[in-house]
């Protein structure tokens, strides 16, 4: 059984920064898949990123280039560094997790301002 609690979300305005972490109840360095999705308003919800344990990462084209994934090696932690937030990037981001069981975070909400 994996726990999982994002944190991080928050306003900004377009161009800005920000960083989310998601923090598991055990080590994640075995986790076969970890991965931000996220779901706007009206929505399917969508992959952001996604990381597997020997650390190969997968990004939407919509993101490529300005957010970047990465875990703890070692610790409970995965983040995911947002850069040029653009208004379309608004949406509860979530983090899940494979193992190959299933398991979601309860979510964090990002806006950005226009």
């Known amino acids: 059984q994996v726990q999982l609690v994002e944190s991080g979300g928050g306003l900004v305005q377009a161009g800005g920064s920000l960083r989310l972490s998601c923090a598991a109840s055990?080590?994640?360095?075995?986790?076969?898949?970890m991965g931000w999705y996220r779901q706007a308003p009206g929505k399917q919800r969508e992959l952001v990123a996604q990381i597997t344990s020997a650390g190969y990462t997968v990004y939407a084209d919509s993101v490529k280039g300005r957010f970047t994934i990465s875990k703890d090696i070692g610790g409970n932690t995965l983040y995911l560094q947002m850069n040029s937030l653009k208004p379309e990037d608004t949406a509860v981001y979530y983090c899940r997790a494979r193992t190959p069981a299933d398991y979601w975070g309860q979510g964090t909400q990002v806006t950005v301002s226009s």
């Open positions: 055990r080590t994640i360095s075995s986790i076969t898949f």
